[in-house]
């Protein structure tokens, strides 16, 4: 049993590690808050430098790539690093690049000040799942990591919304400082909290990259590729659906999209609960969900009780996918799952780069009203592929 760190409270075994899960949730509320708010500040953000929005929006996509490219091979080079040492220095460094943020004199400082934490999310992401689930046991791995990824669904209903309105108020600066205190208060809990795991053992780099050799592997994270396709290419432009299509108020827009948050809460519930039965079997029936209500949203624009439901449903899809997805592709992986988390991370943030791509595309051709089918079409393609998918063995059961 791993030791516990000699600052650390003395509490009951099952106790400790639901607190250290908990320190980790909100942990990640932080990173993805960092990740996301960007997107909220835009507007005041370029206004304050001089400089066009669209220059400003390249700042998503430097941060979205970094962590696509980099993710596995930082992850490699990090995985034999304690984890709550790990996770403390990380919370620093996002401490650090967020004040470096703060007061960014021009763009290209601000530029850097993004890059430097897009480092090290999915190195956080990849171990945190992992050390979820050796907190909690084999039997509640799933359901540790669908705790974790709670910080997903609580950035996109309360850290995004209320710091874009706090930056309305203060600057978007001050939104910055608020976040490096936000993440040096986790280190300094993480410390408190965190227990003092095993130190993991140094894997050679050709021994972790082995899991590349072994197709379910592969075919896992390719899965996770098409089913963030399907959820980005709509969810991208969901404000935009909302506005002109709906009829809903500009106004309103951020309480629908709330909404959507809230509701997510319970797919997180649901995912975790399911992904420890079948992770595949889980991952086909909210991808199948996903793609239904995706399609639905359209037709029932008009008629905004049955938008809600079918926005409900989604946003449940949504929200379960996160978690199942992450458990789905490190139970594929027969070692190195720290990278093996950190690979369903890149394969996350290609799919989102693709999938608003996909959706401009499907704009640009065929309108606004059609990225609910097209997202639903890549939906489709994600369950067609399950099957083969699942009937792949794994390298180390093959002759």
């Given at each position: 049993m791993p030791s516990l760190d000699a600052t650390a409270p003395d509490l009951a075994p099952a106790t400790r590690s639901g607190v250290a899960i908990a320190v980790l949730a909100v942990a990640a509320f932080a990173i993805v808050t960092t990740e996301y708010l960007i997107v909220g500040l835009l507007p005041g953000l370029a206004r304050d430098m001089r400089i066009s929005i669209s220059a400003a929006g390249q700042l998503v996509t430097l941060f979205a790539f970094t962590v696509m490219l980099f993710g596995?091979?930082?992850?490699?080079?990090?995985?034999?690093i304690e984890r709550?040492?790990?996770?403390?220095?990380i919370l620093l460094l996002f401490a650090a690049a967020n004040a470096l943020a703060a007061v960014a004199p021009n763009i290209w400082v601000l530029a850097l000040a993004r890059f430097i934490p897009a480092?090290?999310?999915?190195?956080?992401?990849?171990?945190?799942?992992?050390?979820?689930?050796?907190?909690?046991?084999p039997r509640h791995a799933g359901r540790a990591v669908s705790q974790v990824y709670l910080g997903i669904s609580a950035a996109l209903l309360f850290g995004i919304?209320?710091?874009?309105?706090?930056?309305?108020?203060?600057?978007?600066?001050?939104?910055?400082?608020?976040?490096?205190?936000?993440s040096l208060s986790m280190a300094l809990l993480m410390l408190v909290f965190?227990?003092?795991?095993?130190?993991?053992?140094?894997?050679?780099?050709?021994?972790?990259?082995?899991?590349?050799?072994?197709?379910?592997?592969?075919?896992?994270?390719?899965?996770?590729?098409?089913?963030?396709?399907?959820?980005?290419?709509?969810?991208?432009?969901?404000?935009?659906?909302?506005?002109?299509?709906?009829?809903?108020?500009?106004?309103?827009?951020?309480?629908?999209?709330?909404?959507?948050?809230?509701?997510?809460?319970?797919?997180?519930?649901?995912?975790?609960?399911?992904?420890?039965?079948?992770?595949?079997?889980?991952?086909?029936?909210?991808?199948?969900?996903?793609?239904v209500a995706m399609a639905l949203c359209v037709p029932l624009a008009h008629a905004h009780g049955w938008l809600g439901?079918?926005?409900?449903?989604?946003?449940?899809?949504?929200?379960?996918?996160?978690?199942i997805c992450q458990v789905r592709v490190m139970k594929a992986a027969s070692h190195a799952q720290a990278l093996a988390g950190t690979m369903n991370v890149s394969a996350a943030n290609a799919g989102t780069g693709l999938g608003a791509i996909l959706g401009g595309v499907a704009i640009q051709q065929w309108?606004?009203?059609?990225?609910?089918?097209?997202?639903a079409g890549v939906a489709l393609l994600a369950l067609v592929l399950t099957p083969w998918v699942a009937g792949l063995r794994p390298l180390d059961r093959q002759a």
């Open positions: 596995p091979p930082l992850t490699v080079l990090l995985s034999h709550k040492r790990l996770f403390v220095g480092l090290a999310l999915p190195v956080f992401w990849g171990t945190a799942s992992e050390t979820a689930g050796q907190l909690a046991g919304p209320l710091g874009t309105l706090a930056s309305d108020v203060m600057g978007w600066r001050a939104t910055f400082w608020g976040l490096s205190a936000l965190m227990p003092t795991l095993a130190q993991p053992q140094r894997q050679r780099i050709g021994e972790q990259v082995r899991i590349f050799r072994d197709p379910r592997f592969v075919a896992n994270v390719a899965l996770s590729v098409l089913v963030f396709t399907a959820m980005f290419a709509a969810y991208t432009y969901l404000a935009d659906m909302l506005e002109r299509i709906a009829g809903v108020p500009s106004s309103q827009v951020g309480w629908w999209l709330m909404g959507f948050g809230a509701v997510g809460l319970l797919g997180n519930w649901l995912g975790g609960r399911y992904v420890d039965r079948n992770p595949l079997r889980a991952s086909a029936l909210f991808t199948a969900l996903l793609g439901v079918s926005l409900a449903l989604w946003g449940i899809a949504y929200t379960a996918l996160f978690p309108g606004l009203a059609s990225i609910g089918y097209v997202a």
